[in-house]
């Protein structure tokens, strides 16, 4: 049934579909290498640069052998930590409002700009919120996403596949043709794609029933790939077809905590040995008449059609709901080991996370916060690191007068006495991306790691009753060398995420065991 959109991304991509099995040479430069990079955290990393051997008996050798070989080479450098494989992130790619380059995105975060704009791609006169975190120049990103996926395609699966692939050329996997000799050296068999959505194709879906119920159209007009363009998981099962990629390859659909599960459950595969190297994150594509339409039904958006600009205000007094935003954002996620054997680059560390539910109603969050709490507590727990050990979170904070608050008494309880404690809302800029929202933000919280800077609060003018405003980031960016980062992300049937990422160190012990505590 996907025959003609798998062969229009296979003629757009020139991948070889056998992995080479080709060893690579161990070296000591290279562990040096990654034990230092704590040190250099802000800059671009090169593309891998080790040789492999071209010998016939080298070009044969199983893949355990390679894995027991790169173990080999990798003196001083601790592999686990509490007995699990310790996985990196050696890439990061995004699509959003405010770019699709990371270092573009992430430098108009600190420069305090706003995505948040009038809406340009539908009459929405008629709906009670006009304006959106919109991307407008989407255009596959230089040859990324053919030409024709562009066209066809559900724009969540188009800035999945962008970033996907932004994540990879990061991690020094360049799939372009006469770029690709790393690439096309990996062992596909062991790459996973776990990247998700909360809505879906809601395009597709529109368009479909546009069609069907348009006098003088019907059905013969639909799209004939309106249902698969649609369907959640078609847009990692795309990348996959596209990358060649045959390990775990699912979908996750949990509101706006979707891509803090997918980070998670990419991050267990890993662990279990079941992949070396998986995609993780999240997209959607809400931008849209029945989406902004639907989000205004439930009384969830914000109105401020007069200063879009000023419409996403986290705990500020004045907040009157949420911001839509669209995006894609993706992690390249690996083992330790396996980046190590590569000479890739290292972004930071995934430590764990946690997942709960509130069990309490659709759309409102536990007053008490007992359901987030319970999710920093036990991805604290799993990451193996104490409250003491964080020093920035980039929260949840949609704007909403019920959601911000709940969870900043929390986050005030658990972590109120570290007095380098910084808190910031990526929401504020860009807005709400849905699903997506956590794989953006896991993005930036990775740059914040490597820049030593924090994005501003946008809108903060006047913090409501109770905030702690010397635990939030201001109204302009602010440095900080940044020991553990937390990234909350909650969603609409009472889902709780929490992820925890760290700088690199070579050495496993340098924080505090939970279970010590």
């Known amino acids: 049934m996907l025959s003609c959109a798998s062969s229009s991304l296979a003629s757009s991509s020139r991948f070889s579909a056998v992995a080479s099995t080709s060893s690579p040479s161990s070296s000591s430069s290279s562990v040096r290498h990654h034990q230092n990079q704590q040190n250099h955290r802000g800059n671009h990393f090169s593309p891998a640069t080790k040789r492999y051997s071209s010998s016939t008996r080298h070009r044969r050798e199983s893949a355990t ?36 380059d990371v270092d573009e995105f992430y430098s108009r975060l600190l420069d305090g700009e706003s995505a948040i704009k009038p809406i340009t791609k539908f009459d929405c006169s008629n709906i009670t919120t006009t304006f959106a975190g919109e991307i407008r120049d989407f255009d596959g990103c230089d040859g990324l996403v053919a030409p024709r996926m562009v066209k066809r395609a ?71 790939f309106c249902i698969p363009f649609a369907i959640t998981n078609m847009g990692g099962a795309l990348v996959a077809m596209d990358l060649k990629f045959m390990g775990p390859n699912y979908s996750i659909a949990a509101a706006c905590a979707t891509g803090n599960f997918c980070m998670m459950n990419a991050m267990d595969h890993i662990r279990n040995g079941e992949c070396d190297l998986c995609l993780a994150g999240a997209s959607d594509a809400a931008v849209l008449s029945s989406g902004i339409a639907g989000f205004a039904a439930s ?22 709901g949420f911001v ?30 946690a997942a709960t539910c509130d069990a309490h109603h659709m759309t409102e969050p536990l007053p008490n916060g007992a359901g987030v709490r319970l999710a920093i507590g036990r991805a604290l727990k799993n990451a ?17 007068p019920a959601g911000d608050l709940a969870e900043l008494r929390t986050i005030t309880d658990i972590f109120g006495e570290n007095s380098e404690l910084k808190i910031n809302s990526t929401k504020s800029l860009i807005g709400h991306l849905l699903g997506a929202a956590s794989a953006v933000e896991a993005v930036a919280v990775i740059k914040a790691i490597g820049t030593g800077e924090l994005h501003p609060n946008k809108n903060l003018e006047d913090p409501d009753e109770g905030v702690r405003t010397d635990l939030l980031v201001g109204t302009t960016k ?30 496993a012990d340098t924080f505090c065991r939970a279970a010590s505590a």
């Open 65 to 100: 052998t390679r894995r027991i070989s790169a173990a080999a080479s990798t003196d001083g450098v601790d592999l686990t930590r509490s007995g699990k494989k310790r996985v990196v992130v050696t890439g990061i790619g995004a699509v959003t409002a405010l770019g699709h």
């Open 154 to 224: 559900d724009p969540y699966i188009s800035f999945m596949i962008a970033a996907a692939k932004k994540a990879l050329i990061g991690a020094g996997l360049d799939m372009r043709e006469g770029e690709a000799e790393n690439f096309n050296k990996l062992d596909k068999q062991r790459c996973g794609v776990v990247i998700g959505s909360a809505m879906g194709g809601m395009h597709s879906f529109q368009q479909a029933n546009y069609e069907l119920w348009t006098p003088g159209r019907g059905s013969k007009k639909m799209n004939p």
């Open 299 to 320: 009384k969830a958006l914000s109105t401020r059609n007069d200063d879009p600009e000023g419409a996403s205000r986290p705990w500020d007094k004045n907040r009157d």
């Open 324 to 353: 839509m935003g669209e995006g894609c954002g993706v992690l390249c996620l690996e083992s330790l080991e396996s980046a190590l054997a590569r000479d890739a680059p290292i972004l930071a560390e995934i430590l764990g996370g």
């Open 384 to 400: 193996g690191v104490l409250a003491e050990d964080v020093n920035y979170i980039n929260a949840h904070a949609t704007s909403t």
């Open 478 to 507: 602010e440095k900080l060398k940044v020991k553990v980062a937390l990234s909350n992300s909650f969603g609409f049937g009472g889902h709780n995420s929490a992820v925890l990422f760290a700088a690199y160190d070579a050495k």
